[in-house]
C-alpha cells in the first residue's frame, strides 16, 4: 500500500547556511559515520582522499532516480530529501537525509539505477565517492564491507517495522507517527513542547503518509485544536506526549 511505502524512511533536518569546508570536519563526519567508523586515523585519511566536496542549493537534484549509480554520496551540511513520483507524477517523500546520512548505497551496492531522487532541501554540501573508488575500497577495508551489510539489515527490519506499524492504521495515528519521527530526528526542546527546527508544509506531511492534502489539513487542524500541535512562523511545536498517546491508542 502506498501509505506504507512512504514511511521506510524518515529522517529531517533543514538548510544550513554556513558551509564549514575542510579537511577535519571531513574526517570527523567520516569518523561518525557508520560504514567508516571501525577504520583507524590513517585509514580515514586515505579514504577522505577519495571523496570530492560538491556544494547544492534549494531545489538542486544530486542523483536522480533511475540514473546509473555512479556516485555514493554522504551529506555533509543541509537537508536533502529523497522523492520518488508515482506513474501519475505525484511526488512521494520517501526520505530526508541530514548530516552523515549516506545517499545512494544500495543502487552503488547492487548496480541497479538509483531508486529515488535526491534533492535539496536548502543549500548545502555532500562528499561523493565514485562506484569504482567505493568498490576498492570494499577490497581493501573489509570492515566497510561488514558496515554496509548491517545498514542496509537495519533499513530493511526498520522498513517492515513501519509496515507492520502502518497495516489498517488510519490517517490519525498515520500523521501521528510521522511527527513524533520528525520530532525524534531534528526537534528540539522548547516550553510547551518540541519545536520542528524545519519548517514543513502540509502537502510534506501528506507526501510522507501517503494521505490527500485535505484529509491531512482536516487532521492536522483538529490536533491544533486540541492543542497537540502549535504553529509559529511555519514551524510545528508538538506536544509529543499525547501524540504517543494517539499512536497508542490506535495500537488497541
Not at 537534484?61 to 507524477?89: A, D, Q, R
Not at 531508486?115 to 543549500?123: I, K, T
Not at 522498513?159 to 531534528?186: H, Q
Not at 510534506?204 to 503518509?209: E, K, L, P, S, T
Request: overall charge positive; glycine content about 8%.
Amino acid at each position: 500500500m502506498m501509505h506504507v511505502i512512504t514511511l521506510t524512511m524518515i529522517f529531517l533536518e533543514f538548510k544550513i547556511p554556513i558551509i564549514y569546508n575542510n579537511d577535519m570536519d571531513k574526517l570527523q563526519l567520516l569518523k561518525n559515520t557508520t560504514l567508516f567508523s571501525s577504520l583507524s586515523p590513517q585509514e580515514l585519511s586515505a579514504v577522505s582522499s577519495l571523496f570530492a566536496e560538491e556544494r547544492f542549493e534549494k531545489d538542486e537534484f544530486m542523483l536522480t532516480e533511475g540514473e546509473p549509480p555512479n556516485w555514493l554520496c554522504i551529506v555533509k551540511e543541509g537537508t536533502i530529501k529523497m522523492v520518488k513520483h508515482s506513474p501519475s507524477g505525484r511526488e512521494m517523500i520517501i526520505a530526508v537525509m541530514t548530516a552523515g546520512d549516506v545517499i545512494g548505497e544500495v543502487a552503488v551496492f547492487d548496480g541497479g539505477p538509483y531508486p529515488a531522487s535526491a534533492q535539496g532541501l536548502g543549500n548545502g554540501t555532500i562528499l561523493k565517492l565514485a562506484r569504482r573508488d567505493f568498490f576498492s575500497l570494499l577490497k581493501k577495508y573489509p570492515s566497510v564491507a561488514l558496515e554496509i551489510i548491517g545498514d542496509l539489515g537495519k533499513k530493511l527490519r526498520g522498513a517492515l517495522s513501519v509496515a507492520r506499524e502502518l497495516r489498517g492504521e488510519r490517517v490519525e495515528g498515520r500523521i501521528a507517527m510521522v511527527l513524533l519521527k520528525l520530532a525524534r530526528k531534528v526537534g528540539a526542546p522548547v516550553d510547551g513542547g518540541v519545536l520542528l527546527t524545519i519548517p514543513f508544509t502540509r502537502q510534506d506531511i501528506a507526501d510522507m503518509v501517503g494521505s490527500t492534502i485535505e484529509t491531512t489539513i482536516r487532521v492536522i487542524s483538529r490536533f491544533k485544536k486540541e492543542g497537540m500541535v502549535k504553529d509559529s512562523k511555519g514551524k510545528m511545536t508538538l506536544d509529543v506526549k499525547r501524540l504517543e498517546r494517539i499512536v497508542k491508542d490506535m495500537e488497541i
